[in-house]
């Protein structure tokens, strides 16, 4: 009797182990930002000529297998290079106990998609949403998508133009212009990344 029920049992064991693969191959599927191989930096231009390269050091972002894309920058992370200047960008301009993450969001094509999961090479101007300071606006990035079908390499072709004033940073910005005792510093900022995800 006990090996008839044992006969019995055999193949929803069976069954049991194939659904946790199957599931385990499905959470698998989505790939994960490498925070320590991925960079983003902007440019300050201030006094008309004088050019700096500030970084976000801390990011987060996921592409799930549907193609949903979603990257979170951490603004704490701030790093100019000068501790006053983070700690004033902090306090000044991103107001980072209000607002800590900028968030974009975008849904990626079936064409690029498919280049990603089959490996290849794409450029594509990828349309998005970027949340940050507290509004919404929606931008284009024109950027080389680069993938072996594991790992993926996201660069922009160009730098992503990001307007002050449609995040509500213009009066930041003056705040820093104040504090440096600088005659001014662009509105206009360009940003620039190369994002890894496995």
Do not use: C
Not at 16 to 35: E, M, P, V
Not at 36 to 63: M, P, R
Not at 90 to 109: M, N
Not at 123 to 138: D, T
């Amino acid at each position: 009797m006990n090996h008839y029920y044992a006969k019995l049992a055999a193949p929803k064991a069976l069954l049991g182990i194939a659904l946790g693969s199957l599931l385990s191959l499905t959470a698998q599927a989505d790939w994960q930002l490498d925070n320590a191989q991925s960079s983003l930096n902007f440019i300050s231009i201030k006094n008309v000529d004088a050019a700096e390269v500030f970084h976000i050091t801390q990011l987060q972002g996921n592409l799930s297998d549907a193609g949903a894309l979603e990257i979170k920058l951490d603004l704490d992370s701030i790093k100019t290079q000068v501790d006053i200047r983070d700690e004033r960008m902090r306090e000044h301009l991103f107001d980072t106990e209000k607002f800590k993450l900028a968030t974009l969001t975008a849904q990626l094509t079936s064409e690029t998609l498919n280049t990603i999961k089959q490996g290849g090479v794409l450029n594509s101007n990828i349309a998005a949403v970027l949340n940050f300071h507290g509004l919404e606006k929606p931008i284009t990035a024109n950027i080389t998508l680069m993938s072996d079908g594991k790992t993926i390499l996201a660069s922009s072709q160009q730098p992503v133009i990001v307007q002050a004033a449609d995040f509500g940073l213009d009066s930041g910005i003056e705040k820093l212009r104040e504090l440096a005792g600088l005659s001014n510093i662009g509105h206009s900022i360009p940003v620039s990344f190369n994002l890894v995800l496995k």
